[in-house]
């Protein structure tokens, strides 16, 4: 059980680090400050966390447009078999 705790107590404190560090990422050209501040090692750690989010983020965008698209598209093919339907009604 103190193992658990003792992870927990890290990733409470990790997290807790990491918060305070994470305002100065806002601008990406402002690494430097963090490079004098906390060290290059978590300067480079806290750069990968901060491209990866981005990277997601415009994935999270990506994937929305597809869906978008993919019902648009489905309603439309929907719409069209139904119109023809009525149409030999």
Excluded at 9 to 18: D, K
């Amino acid at each position: 059980m103190r193992v658990i705790d003792a992870a927990l107590a890290a990733i409470a404190c990790g997290v807790s680090f990491v918060a305070q560090v994470t305002p100065a990422l806002d601008d990406p050209m402002n690494i430097g400050g963090v490079v004098a501040k906390y060290g290059p090692l978590v300067a480079l750690v806290l750069w990968f966390v901060w491209r990866d989010s981005k990277r997601e983020e415009r994935m999270e965008q990506r994937e929305s447009e597809r869906v978008k698209w993919e019902r648009e598209e489905l309603q439309a093919l929907v719409k069209k078999a139904y119109d023809d339907d009525e149409k030999k009604a």
